[in-house]
């Protein structure tokens, strides 16, 4: 197992692309704390991680609040008595055109995501050194061709990647090593994307060379696994496409 004996934090691990995470962490041997808004689907994922032989905690945790994220790291070494890994994976979405983005839904989408994302790296960081590893969560929307309705999202997916290389050279001597990773993933969220607007969907699986969106714990919780293990201890601030080749990133 590549991560036995790891202590892994996942945000936003009910559902999703951070529920393969978590899934596929456990799976390698750490044993996961599975955070998120909603208990009972973090509780969920914690099922699924025991009846296959892993270990587990779910624990409430609301990432734009300061107060909730400091209860979530503490409870966390409390219970495991350490931590290794974090990965940021919890964000609302502002999505729409400019002229359609509320304030409110893009200060969310800046609470929620590079702002949370900070605050948990500077949270977690006296625990991750020595051996710790960061996975960030990014997005190829900053690199579509055509950026309209995607603007304020990208925006903030791309502090994040700021964040992420900053932390790169400023915690490298440390022993801690931060990435950030850009996926495509059949979540719920793109799921239902798929089924009501089909004709769309088509033609952006269709920009994808290998012609499918990935699992969200076969094709990304497994790569954030080898990530976070001894075989890519020299992969340091770099921004990683999950996307079946779609985009170039730079």
Same mark, same amino acid.
């Given at each position: 197992?590549?991560?036995?004996?790891?202590?892994?934090?996942?945000?936003?691990?009910?559902?999703?692309?951070?529920? /393969?995470?978590?899934?596929?962490?456990?799976?390698?041997?750490?044993?996961?704390?599975?955070?998120?808004?909603?208990?009972?689907?973090?509780?969920?994922?914690?099922?699924?991680?025991?009846?296959? /032989?892993?270990?587990?905690?779910?624990?409430?945790?609301?990432?734009?609040?300061?107060?909730?994220?400091?209860?979530?790291?503490?409870?966390?070494?409390?219970?495991?008595? /350490?931590?290794?890994?974090?990965?940021?994976?919890?964000?609302?979405?502002?999505? &729409?055109?400019?002229?359609?983005?509320?304030?409110?839904?893009?200060?969310?989408?800046?609470?929620? &995501?590079?702002?949370?994302?900070?605050?948990?790296?500077?949270?977690?960081?006296?625990?991750?050194?020595?051996?710790?590893?960061?996975?960030?969560?990014?997005?190829?929307?900053?690199?579509?061709?055509?950026?309209?309705?995607?603007?304020?999202?990208?925006?903030?997916?791309?502090?994040?990647?700021?964040?992420?290389?900053?932390?790169?050279?400023?915690?490298?001597?440390?022993?801690?090593?931060?990435?950030?990773?850009?996926?495509?993933?059949?979540?719920?969220?793109?799921?239902?994307?798929?089924?009501?607007?089909?004709?769309?969907?088509?033609?952006?699986?269709?920009?994808?060379?290998?012609?499918?969106?990935?699992?969200?714990?076969?094709?990304?919780?497994?790569?954030?696994?080898?990530?976070?293990?001894?075989?890519?201890?020299?992969?340091? &601030?770099?921004?990683?496409?999950?996307? /079946?080749?779609?985009?170039?990133?730079?």
């Amino acid at each position: 197992m590549l991560l036995q004996g790891k202590v892994a934090l996942v945000t936003g691990a009910g559902q999703g692309v951070g529920q /393969g995470i978590a899934l596929a962490l456990a799976a390698e041997g750490a044993r996961v704390a599975v955070t998120g808004r909603t208990l009972s689907k973090l509780e969920s994922t914690c099922e699924q991680i025991i009846e296959r /032989g892993g270990d587990a905690v779910a624990i409430e945790c609301q990432v734009k609040s300061l107060e909730s994220l400091t209860r979530c790291v503490e409870s966390v070494v409390a219970h495991f008595g /350490g931590l290794q890994i974090l990965v940021n994976n919890a964000q609302e979405v502002p999505l &729409g055109t400019l002229e359609q983005v509320s304030d409110e839904a893009f200060t969310a989408g800046f609470e929620s &995501g590079p702002l949370a994302t900070l605050r948990m790296m500077k949270l977690c960081y006296p625990h991750l050194k020595g051996d710790g590893s960061i996975v960030n969560l990014g997005s190829s929307a900053g690199k579509r061709w055509d950026m309209t309705g995607y603007g304020a999202y990208a925006a903030t997916k791309e502090s994040i990647r700021s964040l992420t290389r900053a932390a790169a050279c400023e915690w490298g001597a440390d022993g801690i090593r931060t990435n950030v990773i850009l996926p495509h993933a059949k979540s719920p969220g793109l799921a239902w994307w798929i089924e009501n607007k089909p004709e769309e969907a088509a033609e952006f699986i269709q920009s994808i060379p290998q012609q499918r969106v990935g699992d969200c714990e076969d094709d990304i919780g497994r790569f954030v696994a080898l990530l976070c293990s001894k075989g890519s201890s020299y992969v340091n &601030g770099q921004s990683i496409g999950l996307d /079946g080749g779609q985009a170039l990133i730079a």
